[in-house]
């Protein structure tokens, strides 16, 4: 008789959980409205949504590769299942067209469609609920003057029960902080502005973070490096890889144009990242590496002596390494002669020639995927206009060489030992289970009516 009311006891207990969990997932839907008139919206107010789309990067995840912009069905690869992006042109059937600026204001700030769906991390809430309510009317207002298109994404590819949407009133429950960004008293204006952009629409830590099983970002970790689309993002904080540290200045320049002489050209999803900030005034941009550098800290007197004696080798003749042939360090030197040496020891400067290995982060970075995502992809050309180039060797070389060649540029360029997992990584993006986005230096998800070409 007790276990029966035990299990009666427990099975009412597990229903008043279910309801309570299902009144706090549920959401209703926002009556969707007659797409706006472009007339309704004030020049200046979408201009403004220009300039904070492109803080914003959406359109790299909201255009699929060679189409239209905004109109969704780029593919998002989670180690969960594939993800395609949502269409969020004005177009009123498979669009945002009918959508309030109620029901967008609600999709940033709480990651929940107008019909009442739970949205997936994938698009990040869990930083656009820092935006201000001015500046998702703007956004609103630039995304409902966009040429409609009509255009609906495959569906998701994910597993139970994580195609279910009220699981991820769960996720929110454990991993969402839900509210609008709040100025550190402390810190200065341009601070404070830069953290609202780096950690906002900017959404940096969703790259730069590194994320626990359950895809949220890792508590305590902010901006220590993450992984996005087959690249590893760098530490932006004290452990970053870069043998020169970084300084505003430094910083500005990087995001302003694409490379810096210190550190090299973008490429990977940052290419994409400095081609829309090209579009932001450099307030803005000054104001982001303001932030970052902060977060990095002044560099350790070791660290900057370290960073001095670089600058020294880079000015003297670079002599090539010497080491029996039938070693990995020997085989290396005889392919970097060959295949890097004319680009990356020449006397062409960046942005147009190699940049002198001593200096480079994916040299010294902890691990060898973005150096085999270069040595095997390249770097491709932007279209329609002088760029940073460098060829891809997938074809040319094989995994073994790969392997030596990383193994000697480790050992002479970054004076550290060759990483361990060279020729498996190698493998396995090649064979597409790192699914490796390839840009060029500028960034290439741009669709042909790009952000701001109506609107400058």
Same mark, same amino acid.
């Given at each position: ?47 403004k ?27 998002l ?12 042109? !004005? ?14 204001n ?24 820092l ?20 255009q ?15 699981v ?9 902080d ?6 550190? &008293? ?19 830590? @969703?790259?730069?973070? !590194? ?16 992984q996005?689309?087959?690249?590893? @993002? ?16 430094? *910083? ?24 829309? *900030? ?17 977060? %990095? ?40 002669? &060959? ?19 001593h ?5 010294n ?8 995502? %270069? ?66 230096s ?5 669709? !042909?009516?790009?952000?701001? &070409?109506?609107?400058?």
């Open positions: 008789m007790r276990l029966k009311h035990f299990l009666f006891g427990l099975l009412g207990v597990v229903i008043v959980a279910c309801a309570g969990f299902f009144a706090i997932a549920w959401k209703s839907a926002i009556t969707p409205i007659r797409p706006p008139d472009r007339a309704s919206f004030d020049q200046a107010l979408i201009h949504g220009a300039m904070l789309a492109a803080v914003g990067n959406c359109t790299a995840c909201h255009t699929q590769p060679g189409g239209r912009s905004f109109a969704g069905s780029f593919a690869p989670t180690p969960f299942g594939t993800i395609y992006s949502s269409n969020i042109t !004005p177009d009123p059937e498979t669009g945002i067209g009918t959508w309030s600026e109620a029901a967008f609600r999709a940033m700030r709480e990651g929940v469609s107008r019909d009442g769906k739970h949205l997936y991390p994938a698009f990040p809430f869990d930083h656009f609920t935006v201000s309510d001015e500046d998702n009317k703007a956004l609103y207002a630039f995304l409902m003057t966009r040429p409609p298109v009509k609906s994404p495959p569906a998701n590819e994910l597993p139970f029960p994580l195609n279910i949407r009220l991820l009133a769960g996720w929110k429950l454990l991993f969402f839900e509210g609008p960004f709040q100025n550190v &008293a402390s810190e200065s204006e341009e601070w404070n502005r830069g953290a609202y952009l780096v950690n906002g629409l900017g959404h940096c830590g @969703a790259c730069h973070t !590194p994320r626990n099983m359950f895809g949220a970002e890792r508590s305590g970790m902010h901006l220590a490096g993450g996005a689309e087959g690249w590893s @993002a760098p530490a932006l904080n004290p452990s970053s890889p870069a043998p020169i540290p970084w300084t505003q200045d430094s *910083l500005f320049s990087y995001l302003r144009q694409g490379w810096h002489a210190d550190h090299g050209v973008t490429n990977g999803p940052m290419g994409e990242v400095t081609g829309n *900030l090209g579009l932001l005034p450099d307030s803005d941009v000054k104001t982001i590496a303001t932030y970052v550098a902060a977060l %990095m800290g002044t560099p350790s007197p070791e660290r900057q002596q370290r960073g001095e004696q670089i600058r020294k080798k880079i000015g003297e003749d670079f002599v090539l390494a010497s080491a029996p042939t039938d070693t990995p360090a020997g085989r290396g030197a005889a392919i970097y002669q &060959a295949a890097c040496a004319t680009c990356h020891d020449g006397s062409r400067p960046l942005p147009f020639g190699g940049i002198n290995f200096l480079s982060s994916t040299i970075a902890p691990d060898a995927q973005n150096a085999i995502n %270069m040595v095997l992809f390249g770097l491709p050309a932007a279209s329609g206009r002088q760029s940073a180039i460098m060829p891809g060797f997938a074809a040319a070389m094989t995994d073994e060489q790969l392997t030596d060649l990383l193994a000697y540029l480790r050992e002479t360029f970054a004076g550290q030992p060759a990483w361990p997992d060279v020729a498996a990584r190698a493998a396995d993006t090649r064979s597409g289970k790192f699914q490796v986005s390839v840009r060029p500028d960034g290439i998800e741009r669709g !042909p009516d790009n952000i701001g &070409a109506q609107d400058q």
